[in-house]
């Protein structure tokens, strides 16, 4: 008896995985996927294909090219790399408010500002880290919060730095001016305090005072390469970005904040996210989504 040959089931590249103006197929994805966990750590797999395809095909067309393939073969390409830059600003997610998981805010407040201003107040250092900052809508809601309890604070060593990944977003987050939707979970008194009424290209906006700007230092940063400062830092705030990294890219960033912190100081992450991997033992976990570092006193048996 004869038997034919087994047949090859694996899937074609040349698979189709979204459709539309530009077809997208298993073989682009997979190449746009391995790029942007090249550059970024963020981790795409096939069920982000509608995403991308939504993402990327606006650019496609902006840019005059026939589609997915001559566009995977420009970004990989040395002459492609401030288009592959680009690609990264259209596929990270910049989802934002002022005092989003008001939680963090409110702790903050109560449990550790007094103590670090008044460790400002004496002459002390105090350092506070907001990662993957966005349009600047968290660091600003930290300055808010410190300027409420103390509105000469720019007065004392006291600074917030601000990074994030996509120059585009930081652009916005040095400008500081939002539309009144964005305000709508700032506090009318802080609103009035705070923010002023502007017109920028025949739009009404609300921008952030110079008091509260002073505050705050805005650069690019990519969590995944070096950091270029030592803090430490007494909090910071990391919230819903290394749910998108792959597991052991995110043991990884664990650990680096660890190393950043001072002792006792506090890390905020957001709703979806654990401390987990060996950075966990480093860790106590004192509230919603916030912890307390205090690795190096158990490394003194304490």
Request: aromatic residues 10%.
């Amino acid at each position: 008896m004869t038997t034919s040959p087994a047949r090859d089931i694996r899937p074609s590249p040349d698979e189709c995985l979204a459709s539309g103006e530009y077809p997208l197929t298993r073989r682009d994805l997979s190449e746009i996927a391995a790029m942007i966990y090249a550059d970024a750590g963020i981790f795409l797999n096939e069920t982000k294909a509608s995403l991308v395809y939504s993402r990327l095909s606006k650019h496609i067309r902006a840019l005059g090219l026939k589609g997915f393939r001559e566009y995977c073969e420009l970004v990989s390409s040395p002459e492609g790399a401030p288009v592959r830059r680009e690609m990264l600003s259209h596929l990270t997610t910049n989802f934002t408010r002022f005092f989003r998981e008001n939680h963090h805010f409110e702790h903050m407040r109560t449990e550790l500002l007094p103590g670090l201003l008044e460790r400002a107040r004496r002459g002390g250092r105090v350092r506070l880290w907001s990662a993957a900052c966005s349009d600047g809508q968290e660091p600003y809601s930290i300055a808010l919060t410190v300027l409420s309890m103390m509105p000469n604070i720019a007065d004392y060593d006291f600074r917030i730095l601000a990074t994030d990944i996509d120059p585009k977003v930081l652009a916005l987050a040095r400008a500081g001016a939002y539309d009144a939707t964005a305000l709508e979970t700032v506090s009318p008194p802080m609103r009035k305090q705070f923010f002023r009424e502007v017109e920028i290209g025949g739009r009404k906006r609300f921008q952030v005072d110079d008091r509260v700007k002073r505050l705050v230092t805005f650069n690019e940063l990519n969590l995944l390469a070096q950091w270029p400062f030592k803090g430490p830092f007494d909090v910071i705030f990391c919230r819903n970005v290394v749910i998108y990294f792959d597991e052991p890219t995110q043991m990884k960033i664990w650990s680096r904040f660890a190393g950043m912190l001072a002792d006792d100081g506090h890390l905020y992450i957001g709703h979806s996210e654990r401390v987990a991997g060996e950075a966990k033992v480093l860790f106590d976990n004192t509230g919603i989504t916030t912890y307390r570092y205090v690795g190096r006193g158990r490394g003194r048996g304490a």
